[in-house]
């Protein structure tokens, strides 16, 4: 139709201009010569009641959503490392080393919200937050207002594409000049307001655009950092003209110097600067940690400090009893933020730190953790050393001192209690969305909530009467518990608070298959584990042998409650408890586990008598020797690979 090619050709014309515009930083036309194309585009979608993938009028987004849908990512968004100083960086040289002979790329690190977005068949099907690495929030939506990024590509695979987003500084000051009512404190915290907003014309008015830096998937296989960045500037996505490719470490040094000293001047708010390294066969045999990936790393400058006075200390009691000192101090403005609280970790810091209630301190505030008191740096006539509480300040229990920490000894302290159930409750444990420390507080002082197996007797009758709660929100609190039923093995380990147990130790843990499994280890194979040291080992085989959590276990499964482990039951390595050691060639090692476990497979993080296979890439270490004493068999990545064929 001849109307629908006037739009073809409408689209064409006004995505240039938006190009040139948005992402160019170089305007062609006037903003009256764009509206007037714009509106003979609208008002022939009108009357066609067509409107192209790539349409501008697309981006003016949709209505208020009620909440965020979850989405699972392709590929998982891993964060970076942190290094804060030469030494650090020293010892990435070092390891990245060590696999390869690397070429090395540099960036900003810009302090926003990272977003993923995705293509299908070269059209923009999605956008999510970054969320926990594996799972985000859909925002599409508010995207939609963000015009730094083409609807429409030229490649016609799937691509999973990453940036951050960002609030230029002068558009926050415009912004805050032109709403005195509705003032936006720094420019992190007005980006992600604006894309986590449920309302998308919230995101409009507050401007936000894109940084991309990153090709998270690729269907056609994996890129360099450099092609990866040319491949995002081809295709109309925003990128920042500073990047810098390096073959030392004095060139990686003086990128990043140069990066220090232009940040101060430049219209984005940033923190540091990223090195990369650059060739894709080298990522792949760095491979990975739990959290991040090991030929990256984010070099962080020198954090922000201030000057304050301390106006009060007081201790808060954790999950496992410790007191942590907080310090009340002057409000001060550290890196955009009023900071009123500041940590002092422990006892032994507070004292070593020499800190006292009305003395002048320096507090630090750096890698996005809570505001921390450096030390004293005067004190005055009134300045009054803090007392080492003999008593739990919540319940009046004694405490006990254990090296640097204070402890409470009443393991039914209720601040301890709530931070036990708030734990099992948290995303990363049993994830009962909605179920806040200040529900679990109330519930607790007032219908009685103390064990996690209490969570799940809740009827709508406990919460009707509780202030805040009306029918919709109990549903929703009542339906998440529900769902929290079937859970991870591994997040239902980690839920339940054993002193050590963290995530990954968690994830060790649940490759023997079972709760029933893990609490029949013994102190000695638990030992043999990675993640497990003696202390940790000793933790989990106490709280297996405790008689109330062996009845609290019960109650929980009585509940229906059922940890389950994520495996096929067919596969070339169905039924295999598999250990990865040393470097493979053909894939990184977390494409390997998830290659292993889609066939069947549990992967371990060490060899124990539970392991029956070990795949030994190349450089295998002190596994692979435990793997021939054990006389467990050995396959290299050949043998690996011809499996995976097979199949």
Not at 439 to 463: C, I, N, Q
Request: with cysteine.
């Amino acid at each position: 139709m001849e109307e629908n090619k006037r739009q073809r050709e409408l689209c064409d014309i006004l995505n240039q201009w938006a190009y040139e515009y948005y992402v160019l930083d170089a305007p062609t036309v006037s903003d009256r010569e764009y509206d007037r194309l714009y509106d003979e585009l609208k008002e022939l979608e009108r009357e066609t009641g067509v409107v192209f993938a790539d349409s501008p009028t697309r981006r003016v987004g949709g209505e208020p959503v009620k909440a965020f849908a979850r989405h699972t990512h392709i590929a998982r968004l891993y964060s970076l490392d942190k290094a804060v100083s030469d030494d650090e960086l020293d010892a990435f040289f070092a390891r990245v080393e060590k696999a390869g002979d690397p070429t090395y790329t540099v960036e900003y690190k810009f302090d926003g919200l990272t977003v993923c977005l995705t293509y299908e068949n070269g059209v923009f099907v999605r956008a999510t937050t970054r969320g926990n690495g594996v799972e985000g929030e859909d925002v599409t939506a508010q995207v939609l207002a963000v015009p730094s990024f083409p609807l429409k590509i030229s490649y016609r695979g799937t691509l999973e594409v990453r940036g951050e987003a960002v609030i230029r500084l002068s558009v926050l000051r415009r912004y805050n000049e032109a709403h005195p009512g509705d003032q936006l404190k720094n420019a992190r915290n007005a980006a992600a307001g604006a894309i986590r907003n449920l309302d998308p014309a919230v995101t409009r008015t507050r401007s936000p655009e894109i940084y991309f830096y990153d090709v998270n998937y690729m269907s056609d296989g994996e890129l360099s950092q450099t092609e990866a960045m040319e491949f995002l500037r081809r295709e109309g996505f925003k990128t920042y003209p500073y990047f810098k490719i390096c073959k030392t470490h004095e060139e990686v040094r003086a990128a990043i110097d140069e990066i220090e000293i232009e940040r101060r001047n430049i219209d984005v708010l940033t923190d540091g600067a990223v090195v990369k390294t650059d060739e894709s066969g080298l990522r792949a045999a760095l491979g990975y940690t739990d959290k991040f990936p090991r030929w990256a790393i984010a070099y962080k400058f020198e954090a922000e400090e201030a000057e304050s006075v301390v106006k009060r200390v007081f201790w808060q009691v954790g999950r496992t009893g410790k007191l942590t000192p907080l310090a009340e101090i002057e409000p001060v403005d550290l890196g955009g933020a009023t900071v009123r609280r500041a940590t002092l970790n422990n006892y032994g810091d507070l004292t070593r730190k020499d800190v006292k209630v009305h003395s002048h301190v320096l507090v630090r505030r750096s890698n996005e953790v809570i505001p921390e008191i450096l030390g004293a740096i005067g004190h005055v006539e009134g300045s009054v050393p803090v007392q080492k509480p003999v008593l739990c300040p919540a319940c009046g229990s004694a405490v006990a001192e254990v090296g640097a920490n204070l402890f409470c000894t009443n393991p039914d302290c209720p601040p301890r209690v709530v931070q036990k159930l708030t734990h099992f409750c948290s995303k990363n444990a049993a994830d009962v969305e909605g179920m806040s420390e200040a529900t679990l507080t109330l519930l607790y002082e007032k219908r009685g909530v103390r064990r996690f197996s209490d969570l799940y007797a809740l009827t709508v009758s406990d919460f009707e009467g509780l202030e805040g709660f009306k029918e919709k929100k109990i549903a929703n609190l009542l339906s998440a518990v529900e769902n929290s039923k079937r859970v991870p093995l591994d997040r239902f380990l980690y839920a339940l608070g054993i002193d050590g147990i963290g995530r990954v130790a968690a994830r060790d843990l649940a490759a023997f298959g079972s709760v029933e499994a893990v609490a029949a280890l013994t102190v000695e194979e638990l030992v043999g584990i990675d993640d497990v040291g003696e202390v940790t080992a000793r933790s989990v085989a106490a709280y297996f042998a405790d008689p109330e959590n062996k009845e609290e276990l019960r109650r929980l499964y009585d509940a229906g409650v059922t940890p389950f482990v994520k495996a096929q039951t067919g596969g070339a390595f169905a039924g295999e408890s598999v250990v990865l050691t040393g470097s493979l060639t053909a894939m990184s090692r977390p494409e390997a586990q998830k290659e292993i476990e889609a066939r069947g497979g549990v992967c371990q993080s060490a060899v124990s008598n539970k392991t029956t296979l070990v795949i030994a890439g190349e450089k295998a270490g002190s596994k692979l020797d435990k793997a021939k004493k054990l006389g467990i068999p050995v396959i290299g990545e050949e043998e690996f690979l011809k499996r995976l064929a097979g199949e």
